[in-house]
C-alpha cells in the first residue's frame, strides 16, 4: 500500500513544527504544498524534491501527491497550522476515492488559533468558535449566520482569514455584528506572523478592533464576557474556585 502523509507543520513551520511532522518530512522524498508553504520548510529540507500549486489549484495539488506516492515514493501534502483545520486533510480523503490503493496518514500540527493565543496569553480556556471569514468557499450569508451565534452564546471567538485586499471590510462587518451581542470593551487581541518572522500582538477592546487594519497573516481573538487584560496579557478566566 502507497502512503501518503497529511503534515500539519505549524503557524511558523519552525520551533512550532512538532517532531512528529519533522520525523515524517525527514523520511519522504517529494513534499507537496501551497507555494508560500514550501517555501517555509525548503531551507529545513534540502534535500527533498518540492512540488508547488497556487492558491486555487487545491485539487491538482491532491492529485500530484497520490500520483507521486503511486510512483513508489514516499509523499508529504504540507498544511500551514493543522492539516485538518481548514487544511488539506479532508480534500484529500475525497480525492483518494480515485486512488484506492493509496493509503493515508494525517499529523497534526500547532494550528493558528492555538499558537496565537500562546502570544497573547490565555484567551481560549473556556468555550471557543472558530471562524474564517473567507468567503471564498462559504457564502457571506452562512459566516453571517455563524459569528452572530458564537457572539450570542457568548463564545470566546477567533477569527481566521479576518481580511484581504478583496474583503477589506469584513472585520468591520464581524465586529458590528458581534457588537450586536458583545459589549464595546469587550477584550481582544490581534497576532500577525504566527511564528514567523516579524511576529507582532496587540491586545485591544471591540470598539477598536472594528476600526483596526489587518491581513491574511492576522488572527484575530474575540474574548467573551469574563475576558479580561491581565498584565499585557488576554486572558479568559475558566471559574475554577478554592474549595
Known sequence: MNRVYVVGIGPGAG????????????AC?????????????????????????PMKQEVKRCKMAFEEAMKGKKVAMICSGDAGVYGMAGLMYEV???????ELEIVPGITAAIGG?????????????????SDLLTPWEKIEKRVR???????????YNPSSRKRHDYLEKACNMMLEYKAEDTICGIVRQIGRDGQESRILTLKELKDTEVDMFTTVFIGNEQTQEMDGHMVTPRGYRDV
Open 15 to 26: 520551533k512550532q513544527m512538532t517532531e512528529e511532522a519533522r520525523e515524517v518530512l525527514n
Open 29 to 53: 522524498d517529494t513534499i507537496i504544498g501551497y507555494t508560500v508553504y514550501v517555501d517555509l520548510v525548503k531551507e529545513q529540507f534540502p534535500e527533498k524534491e518540492f512540488l508547488t500549486t
Open 96 to 102: 483518494g476515492v480515485e486512488f484506492p490503493k493509496a
Open 117 to 133: 493565543a500562546a502570544v497573547l496569553g490565555a484567551p481560549l480556556i473556556h468555550d471557543f468558535a472558530v471562524i474564517s471569514l
Open 149 to 159: 451565534a458564537a457572539a450570542m452564546a457568548d463564545f470566546v471567538i477567533c477569527l
